[in-house]
């Protein structure tokens, strides 16, 4: 069946660090793959999206680029805040299961000063 | 503000209480979700309603029971509370495009305890 794997954390890094979260994805078809972001005590927010293959989305400093030949879709950012500290999930819609997403398990993200 | 609304933001109950979780979306938007989120284990989709006046079960269904009153409202109900289901629910909703689908909007969640 269709799922999403990303690293475990928890990923501590410093400000201004260089962030990487991996994300694999296993799919029937041609998913849009996504990654939303969760900050304490809040509902998930649309970080950024991918509906094809190639493509790169960003959003804030944040970048993903839909990989097939790998499937993968890896978080990366040149510069993380201490404000970017959140859990942030990687998931995917499958197209021949209309919208349904499948999450990843989320990784925690704590930057320090 | 437009998004989606939870009622309430936590809740406390005794092994066998009832209740239901509120939600509702002023977005106009088809679907709707309800989600539950346990550590280690990401979000798990418990039903969904593709569009008003219908239902369809999610991955973890048992126990739960939903109903979409009207297209701005999806509620879920807990008939008798168990401990295993001591966790955050979330209500999502999505107005699917003819290309694929838009992100989702998330509620900001419920955190339910069973004792």
């Known amino acids: 069946g269709d799922s999403v794997t990303q690293m475990e954390g928890p990923v501590t890094l410093s400000e201004e660090a260089f962030l990487t979260i991996n994300c694999t994805y296993t799919a029937t078809g041609y998913p849009s793959l996504f990654w939303y972001v969760q900050y304490p005590g809040e509902g998930l927010q649309l970080l950024l999206k991918?509906?094809?293959?190639?493509d790169k989305g960003s959003n804030k400093g944040f970048e993903a680029t839909y990989r097939k030949e790998t499937t993968s879709f890896h978080l990366e950012k040149g510069s993380v805040q201490v404000s970017d500290s959140a859990v942030y999930f990687c998931?995917?819609?499958?197209?021949?299961?209309?919208?349904?997403?499948?999450f990843g398990t989320g990784t925690s993200l704590t930057v320090i000063p | 503000n437009a998004g989606v609304t939870q009622t309430p933001k936590f809740q406390v109950l005794k092994t066998g209480q009832s209740m239901t979780l509120q939600c509702a979306q002023d977005?106009?938007?088809?679907?709707m979700y309800w989600y539950r989120q346990d550590p280690g284990m990401g979000l798990r989709l418990i039903y969904y309603s593709a569009s008003e006046g219908t239902t369809d079960k999610g991955e973890v269904p048992n126990g739960y029971n939903v109903s979409r009153l009207n297209k701005r409202e999806f509620s879920l109900r807990l008939e008798s509370a168990a401990p295993s289901q001591t966790s955050v629910y979330f209500c999502?909703?999505?107005?699917?495009?003819?290309?694929?689908?838009?992100?989702?909007?998330f509620g900001s969640g419920t955190r339910l305890t069973v004792v």
């Open positions: 991918a509906t094809k293959a190639d």
């Open positions: 998931a995917l819609s499958a197209s021949n299961t209309g919208n349904q997403f499948y």
């Open positions: 977005m106009n938007h088809n679907s």
């Open positions: 999502a909703s999505i107005q699917k495009d003819r290309g694929g689908s838009y992100g989702y909007t």
